[in-house]
């Protein structure tokens, strides 16, 4: 059994934190860094009154995140002038998977998110 642990230079993903949990309103939301919007996204994972009805579910990792389902934002009638009109996205251990209906340029593609500590 091969018992090296080998950490690729340049990332620590055991510590850096991609996620945060922040609280609205007796609801806990799970928010992270978008990179192809390039600004917080938040969804709700747990309720004070534990009614989970439209909760994400959520792996319980703040530096390895996984949410499940899918998440959509969308800005309408008319998004800000920095934003999408729309993101389509799978969180997954710590990565973001934008779906080719994005409106930005990393729809179709998959990259770590961004860390939360700066
Ligand atoms: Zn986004």
């Known amino acids: 059994m091969d018992t090296n642990q080998i950490t690729p230079m340049g990332t620590n993903p055991e510590t850096e934190k991609v996620a945060a949990i922040v609280e609205n309103a007796g609801e806990d939301l799970l928010m992270f860094r978008c990179p192809g919007c390039k600004c917080g996204h938040a969804v709700p994972i747990r309720r004070a009154n534990g009614n989970t009805d439209g909760l994400w579910s959520w792996n319980g990792s703040l530096t390895k995140p996984t949410l499940q389902p899918s998440i959509i934002?969308?800005?309408?009638?008319?998004?800000?002038?920095?934003?999408?009109?729309?993101?389509?996205?799978?969180?997954?251990?710590?990565?973001i998977k934008f779906?080719?209906?994005?409106?930005?340029?990393?729809?179709?593609?998959?990259?770590p998110l961004p860390s939360m500590e700066n």
């Open 73 to 95: 934002v969308t800005y309408t009638p008319e998004p800000p002038k920095d934003r999408p009109a729309r993101c389509h996205s799978w969180v997954t251990d710590g990565h």
């Open 99 to 111: 779906l080719g209906d994005s409106h930005h340029n990393l729809r179709d593609s998959s990259v």
